[in-house]
């Protein structure tokens, strides 16, 4: 009788605190669609101990994935390391798999003297604090050099990686993934999304989704939003997301005189039906990896305007799948949005394709399987760390 293999033990350790962002779809979902026979698969936070957010252990448990949470009381927290490495010793992973320079760092430090092999995914370096741009960040790229194998979620971020010494070879540049059936429009929540929202029948609505941070540049989707302000007076504008520049932003729409159509909406626990309220999505961002927010979008069929910011252009086809405007072009922006308010019929054959991206290579299975292939293949190496 032939023997039954044991499946393979992966461990994915992030830090994240809050509801998280992007990553954390990426990460709870392939732990989600993975086959537990083949897969055995544990979900690691390192998260602050001041933080009373539930909404991540919330979701991985919904969605029946193994998941558990380490506290940390501060940058420089011993008693972390100690609980990760005793964590480590009694699961004895496979594989770790890291999504940030704190992980990364740790994994290194715990695994490199034993029987793990060390993957990362690269979700890209958004930070803007002194010690994120000059000391962490370096260093994880540094450190990337020695482990296994690293997934990079752009081709802008394989550059990147390559250029800092990082070894081509063990690079794969896989982009994000949508669930194209969990987003999926159901157009009779329309009606009532739009109601709930406080929009008026016939009222055109863009819209955007992410953290009120600088690389996001909300400030740009505003400034080009005002300019068409008086010449469609039936348009709106609805941001989603919560961050630092929350006032900031508000004290701009003040400035410009648009408050009585642009509103800054908060946190939206259930994004879909959000998507499902929109006209037009809009992405003003300077930096990106693989944006999760276009996806979704994309798989919502709501037609997109996006900046040409990171991974962007890995999944959007310029004038196939949406518009690509240049970043920081207020102008640009201003004349994207235009052209879709006016040209219908073009707008319609983007929102086709752009849905037939997702449900194929772009589709988080799609996604999941090439990750797959990546732990069967680190499994059957033999390949020695470098450092």
Known sequence: MKEQRKPIRIMELRTADGPGGGPEKTILNGARLSDPSIFDIRVVYLRSRYDQCRELSDRARDLGVSYCEIRTGGPIDRGVFRQLRRLIGDAQPS?????????SLMAWMIARRKEVKLLATAHGWTGNRVREQFLYYPAEKFILKGFHHIISVSSQITAQLVSSGVRQHIISTIPNGIDPQRFAPDPTNRVHERVRLGLRPGQFVLGGVGRLEKQKRFDLLIDAFAKIYGQFDNSVLLIAGEGA???????????????????????????????????????????????NVVLEAMSMRVPVVVTDAGGTRDIITDRIDGIIVGK??????????????????????????????????????FRNSRLEKIYCSLIASETENAI
Do not use: W
């Open 95 to 103: 594989i770790i798999h890291t999504h940030d320079y704190k992980s």
């Open 328 to 365: 920081g072009s207020v102008d640009g922006l201003v004349d994207a949005i235009k052209e879709s308010l006016m040209n219908e019929a073009e707008v319609r054959g983007r929102i086709e394709s752009a849905r037939f991206k997702v449900e194929t290579i772009l589709s988080f299975p």
């Open 245 to 291: 520049l929350k006032g900031q932003l508000q004290h701009q729409i003040d400035r410009l005189g648009i408050s009585a159509r642009c509103r800054l909406v908060g946190h939206v626990t259930d994004i879909k039906s959000f998507y499902e309220a929109l006209d037009l999505f809009v992405q003003s961002s300077e930096y990106e990896g693989t944006p």
